[in-house]
């Protein structure tokens, strides 16, 4: 039970160290638009892809 106590507690630091960062972010550029939140989404997503087809790669080899 401590450790999952313990993964909690790291959790929510790095969560908050993230929003922290996100306000830092978002003071210094602006609030991000729907667009630019949508095209790193779209972005992500096709590296995701990539990935994927390369794991599919790698398996066939196997």
Do not use: P
């Amino acid at each position: 039970m401590s450790g999952y106590i313990a993964a909690a507690a790291a959790h929510r630091d790095a969560m908050d160290r993230l929003r922290g960062l996100a306000e830092r972010l978002e003071e210094e550029h602006g609030v991000v638009t729907d667009d630019e939140q949508q095209a790193a989404l779209d972005r992500i997503a096709a590296i995701d892809g990539r990935h994927d087809e390369q794991r599919s790669h790698s398996g066939e080899a196997a």
